[in-house]
């Protein structure tokens, strides 16, 4: 079966403007999660949605949204961007939320603000 | 709050060595403990996993037992291939029991030359 996907896959911005990226789980996969991935701070968790609900927050500006539609597909959009943004933002799915299922990666977008 | 700490890399061996990356963890509970890799120019992939203490955890050639007593979590493989080239992630689920909301490490590099 198709695996996560994730569009786009290469994202150039400039500072101050916003930006949404997207993400599709596995088919029968209800939970998505989000990790931002640098150089410097390396893999972080951002966000869980699970039924259209946010389930676990990480430790991340307001500025980090997302949402969860009805066919389990999430947006995550980061508003007034900063140089620190660029990273690559990963998404992985799971069939539950809370249980010991296996996170299913997506290949990331890679987003530079310049 | 919870951490995990791997060894620096990059760490270069030839075919057929013995491999060790070595993890620890501090959690205020009983985390869920995953080795993940991520193979140049691809996502994360879940390698082994281990959900209580002395679980042992094994694929592919790769093993790693969950010790308690030591917080942590080492990976070893007792022959190395050059396709097991990549980067490998050691990470907890700050929710006991579950596989969600992961912290990493800082990933080590591996590099395996004839």
């Known amino acids: 079966k198709a695996g996560v996907t994730q569009t786009p896959r290469y994202l150039i911005k400039t500072r101050g403007q916003q930006v949404t990226l997207s993400c599709s789980p596995i088919?029968?996969?209800?939970?998505v999660s989000w990790y931002q991935q640098t150089p410097g701070q390396g893999l972080q968790f951002l966000f869980e949605y699970f039924s259209e609900t946010q389930r676990n927050k990480g430790n991340f500006p307001g500025r980090f949204s997302g949402r969860q539609f009805s066919n389990s597909r999430s947006e995550m959009n980061v508003s007034t961007l900063e140089l620190g943004d660029s990273a690559l933002y990963l998404c992985?799915?799971?069939?539950?939320?809370?249980?010991?299922?296996?996170?299913?990666f997506g290949p990331g977008t890679r987003l530079t603000v310049l | 709050g919870d951490s995990v700490t791997q060894m620096e890399g990059p760490v270069t061996l030839s075919e057929e060595a013995f491999l060790t990356i070595n993890c620890t963890y501090t959690?205020?509970?009983?985390?869920?403990l995953f080795w993940y890799v991520q193979y140049p120019g691809e996502g994360l992939q879940l390698l082994l996993k281990?959900?209580?203490?002395?679980d042992k955890g094994s694929n592919k050639g790769f093993e790693a037992t969950y010790r308690k007593e030591t917080t942590s979590f080492h990976l070893e493989k007792g022959s190395v291939q050059v396709s097991d080239s990549a980067v490998y992630f050691c990470a907890l689920s700050d929710l006991p029991g579950t596989a969600s909301k992961l912290t990493f490490g800082t990933g080590t590099r591996l590099q395996v030359t004839l």
């Open positions: 281990a959900t209580k203490a002395d």
């Open positions: 992985a799915s799971s069939r539950t939320s809370g249980g010991t299922d296996t996170q299913y």
């Open positions: 959690a205020t509970g009983y985390p869920s």
């Open positions: 088919s029968g996969h209800r939970s």
